[in-house]
């Protein structure tokens, strides 16, 4: 059945040529007169303070690492909600428990002020 | 391949896909029209109307623009990245549409040809894949900018969409515990096969997911990372001329793949309501209507008119959902930043677990005491899901996690407020006068 997945291929090099096709037509077709001012990174009209490229505190490392944890949580649930009419109730009760650890987990963090941007 | 020769299957699929690129693209093109157009008429204004009847040759005149307009390169930028930026954003919203299926099959002189870009075995997996994958357009285009921002844009739209991504994961799980497969053929099928589309057995699956895509989409309420009040539209501030029109067509895309998969997971997708004349599957080598009650398949009844017509019922699911996307966006206020995170990690996720366990133990009941998979079914799973739709909705967050601005938002002042001295402004002293005329 992997030619199926040809359809999908086609699809994304459509895509692909596509966005490339439309850079370069743009970089043919557009004027380009460069002025320092015009390659300012724009700051509401003032001179830029600094760098961007600076080190900066990122707020969101816990939700980073959350996000791991939950989405190959969902992943994992999938091939189970799949087969779960036919599977029955120990399974059931396994993922029951399985999503309760998460959820302590996710208590833990919430109770920790993981979640909290401030 | 459904039976097809592979040299039809080849050809079909060329032209399927050639069809859905170009019909996704002029769909976008007219989303933005309809857009600007619906957002007139909500404020009470005309909207473009100059050019062609109705404005409808607006977005052509647009593009052209777009293409002729002039470039800025920010000098300080990393090249590589910041044209990469729009690619990477605009490659992921146009694919992701391959798997949904939009009408009945077509019968032709060569075979029975499904009316979906790939019926690959891996349908919905294929769109959660993808669609986390459309975030790194946006990231690697505001990093690049070496804008402010655009940086903080980037910051907030990676930080969301991660978030959102797995509320919008978790409620898709509920279809695939009541389809039992992940071809998004099958969920459409198993609709039919229910006598009654998911968005109501699933009702609050069906919220989650829409609140979840509008995040995803980085559409108003949840447009933190393009903010144009506070982030001079963030991600995409340093992109003009057709950059900044990629990263808008993968947006609309967005809008409308998102669109198409709320019609298509919990709307029936193509499915004409109360007809099962339209019903069609692939089955075991076959095309199928449905299973008579001894369990044995009824072979469908195809036709070019029927594929027509639910054709139209999708492009109509799609489009009202599409409207909705507009419509909400100039009805909510947006969300300050750290509610956002929290609707999404407080309240979306445990919410989404829950609801999980709920339906799966409802389904293994039903299951249990041998209801047969159809109307009574889904309607007590209907009774369940809107007891949760109601929990959710009224009771779950009335302003206990997410907080309003300040205190004094949350809470009545208090009755006596303490006195403060305010200065009087006396008509006779003039240095008060000074002060009060020295604003400008």
């Known amino acids: 059945m992997s030619g199926?997945?040809?359809p999908l291929l086609m699809l994304f090099g459509l895509s692909v040529v596509n966005a490339i096709g439309m850079m370069v037509a743009s970089h043919v077709l557009n004027?380009?007169?460069?002025?320092p001012e015009k390659e300012m990174p724009y700051e509401s009209g003032m001179t830029p303070i600094g760098d961007t490229r600076v080190r900066f505190s990122v707020k969101f490392y816990m939700v980073a690492i959350s996000f791991i944890v939950f989405d190959l949580e969902t992943i994992y649930l999938v091939p189970w909600a799949v087969e779960m009419r036919r599977l029955g109730w120990g399974p059931f009760l396994?993922?029951?428990?399985?999503?309760?650890?998460?959820?302590?987990?996710?208590?833990?963090e919430w109770k920790k002020g993981g979640l909290e941007w401030d | 391949m459904s039976g097809l020769s592979p040299g039809v299957f080849l050809v079909t699929s060329a032209v399927k896909v050639v069809a859905v690129f170009s019909v996704l693209m002029v769909a976008v093109a007219y989303t933005t029209l309809a857009e600007r157009r619906v957002s007139a008429w909500i404020q009470d204004r005309m909207g473009p109307n100059r050019v062609g009847p109705f404005g409808l040759l607006q977005p052509i005149a647009d593009g052209i623009k777009n293409f002729l307009k002039e470039e800025t390169l920010p000098g300080t930028s990393t090249k590589l990245f910041f044209v990469l930026g729009p690619m990477l954003a605009i490659v992921p919203a146009l694919v992701t549409f391959a798997v949904v299926p939009f009408a009945a099959p077509l019968p032709t002189p060569w075979g029975t040809v499904p009316m979906i870009v790939a019926d690959v075995p891996i349908g919905i997996l294929y769109i959660m894949a993808l669609s986390s994958l459309g975030v790194y357009g946006i990231v690697l285009g505001g990093w690049a900018s070496n804008n402010k921002y655009s940086f903080l844009g980037a910051l907030r739209a990676?930080?969301?969409m991660v978030s959102y991504e797995v509320a919008l994961g978790l409620s898709l799980v509920t279809v695939l515990m009541l389809t039992g497969n992940v071809t998004l053929t099958q969920v459409v099928f198993e609709q039919q096969h229910l006598g009654l589309w998911f968005v109501l057995p699933l009702s609050l699956g069906f919220i989650l997911f829409v609140i979840s895509a509008f995040a995803e989409t980085n559409r108003l309420p949840f447009d933190m990372p393009e903010a144009e009040s506070e982030l001079v539209t963030g991600y995409h501030t340093?992109?003009?001329s057709m950059k900044f029109s990629m990263f808008f067509i993968a947006e609309y895309a967005h809008v409308i793949t998102q669109s198409a998969l709320m019609a298509t997971l919990f709307l029936g997708g193509w499915d004409i309501p109360f007809w099962h004349g339209d019903d069609a599957f692939y089955f075991q080598g076959q095309w199928i209507q449905g299973f008579d009650a001894a369990g044995t398949p009824v072979l469908a009844t195809l036709a070019w008119w029927k594929t027509l017509l639910t054709l139209g019922a999708f492009v109509l699911k799609t489009s009202l959902f599409v409207l909705v996307y507009i419509w909400v966006r100039w009805t909510l206020p947006r969300f300050r930043y750290d509610q956002v995170m929290q609707l999404g990690w407080k309240i979306m996720l445990p919410t989404a677990l829950a609801y999980l366990m709920l339906i799966a133990g409802t389904?293994?009941?039903l299951d249990e005491i041998s209801v047969p998979f159809g109307l009574t079914y889904g309607l007590i799973l209907t009774v369940v899901s809107m007891i949760g739709t109601v929990v959710f909705t009224f009771w779950l967050d009335r302003d206990r996690v997410i907080s309003g601005a300040s205190p004094s938002a949350r809470w009545p002042l208090p009755q006596s407020m303490p006195s403060v001295d305010v200065p009087q402004l006396s008509e006779t002293d003039p240095s008060q006068a000074a002060v009060g005329a020295g604003g400008n």
């Open chain 1, 4 to 6: 199926a997945y040809a």
């Open chain 1, 31 to 35: 004027p380009r007169r460069p002025t």
């Open chain 1, 94 to 108: 396994a993922m029951v428990l399985f999503v309760a650890v998460l959820a302590v987990g996710l208590w833990y």
């Open chain 2, 158 to 160: 990676s930080a969301q």
């Open chain 2, 238 to 240: 340093e992109y003009s």
């Open chain 2, 363 to 365: 389904i293994l009941v």
